[in-house]
């Protein structure tokens, strides 16, 4: 099993960034990882996905061009670098994996799931 802790989540303005880290147990090199975000009431979204071994990565329109997926694999580490924030953007940001090749879009392709981190964007 892979346990995920994601930190790094804050209140900000609106325009400002934020880097949230998510740090895994074991060796994700094998893996794909997911960020989502769910706003209270709402259900979980996918936010973007990374496929360790070689880079590959996908993310939602609602963020392409402000978010960045990253990934440290000698600290088993992915990061998500969240630019020009919106309000819009406030939810508890979730990390999870799964062991597998393809890039994932969907909270059901993922096996272990972070406790979230909250992000708050105020206008």
């Known amino acids: 099993q892979v346990r995920l802790v994601e930190s790094g989540g804050g209140l900000v303005q609106a325009g400002d960034s934020l880097r949230l880290s998510c740090a895994a147990s074991?060796?994700?090199?094998?893996?794909?990882m997911g960020w989502f975000r769910q706003a209270p009431g709402k259900e979980r979204e996918f936010v973007a996905t990374?496929?360790?071994?070689?880079?590959?990565?996908n993310y939602a329109d609602s963020v392409k061009g402000r978010f960045t997926i990253s990934r440290d694999n000698a600290k088993d580490t992915v990061y998500l670098q969240l630019n020009s924030l919106k309000p819009e953007d406030t939810a508890v940001y979730y990390c999870?994996?799964?062991?597998?090749?393809?890039?994932?879009?969907?909270?059901?392709?993922?096996?272990?799931w972070g406790q979230g981190t909250q992000v708050t964007v105020s206008s």
């Open positions: 999870a994996a799964v062991k597998q090749r393809s890039l994932a879009t969907m909270t059901g392709a993922y096996d272990y």
């Open positions: 074991g060796r994700t090199t094998d893996y794909v």
């Open positions: 990374i496929r360790c071994n070689n880079g590959a990565r």
